[in-house]
Structures are given as structure tokens and as C-alpha cells.
């Protein structure tokens, strides 16, 4: 259960490492007249950055629940 607690409480950090990382290459890769592909090689990262936030939530509210019923039975 904790390994799982854990997981969740990170998953929003893993994702703004990505995005963070994902930012900084792009940066490191602009030049002038390159604008489609800055702008789909910034898409990426913030698509990951947005999937690790709903996988958060989700596994929140799914952690509440799990941990609610194990108060109830206790």
C-alpha cells in the first residue's frame, strides 16, 4: 500500500521532469524557421505533463477508496 501511496504522490513529479526536460531540448534545438516542428516537439512534453496529472488524480481518489474500506472493516 505504500509502494502504491508513493506512486501516486509522485506521478505529478515525474511528469514536470519530463516536461522540463522535454522544454529544455526543444530550446536547445530552435532555429528560425523551424516553427511546426517547435511547436510538435513542445506538444510532447506537455502531453506527458497532462497524462501524469490525470494518472495522479485518478490513483488519488483510487487510494482514498481503497483505504476508506480498509478503515471500515478494521
Known amino acids: 500500500m505504500s509502494f502504491f501511496h508513493s506512486l501516486v504522490s509522485n506521478a505529478v513529479y515525474i511528469g514536470l521532469f519530463g516536461t522540463t526536460m522535454g522544454v529544455m ?3 536547445l534545438n530552435i532555429s528560425g524557421d523551424n516553427q511546426k516542428e517547435l511547436i510538435s516537439s513542445l506538444s ?4 506527458s ?3 501524469s496529472i490525470v494518472v495522479a488524480i485518478i490513483g ?3 487510494f482514498n ?3 476508506a474500506k480498509i478503515e471500515e472493516t478494521l
Request: with cysteine; glycine share 0%.
Open 25 to 27: 531540448v526543444t530550446l
Open 49 to 51: 505533463t497532462a497524462v
Open 60 to 62: 488519488t481518489f483510487c
Open 65 to 67: 477508496s481503497v483505504n
Open 44 to 47: 510532447l512534453p506537455l502531453l
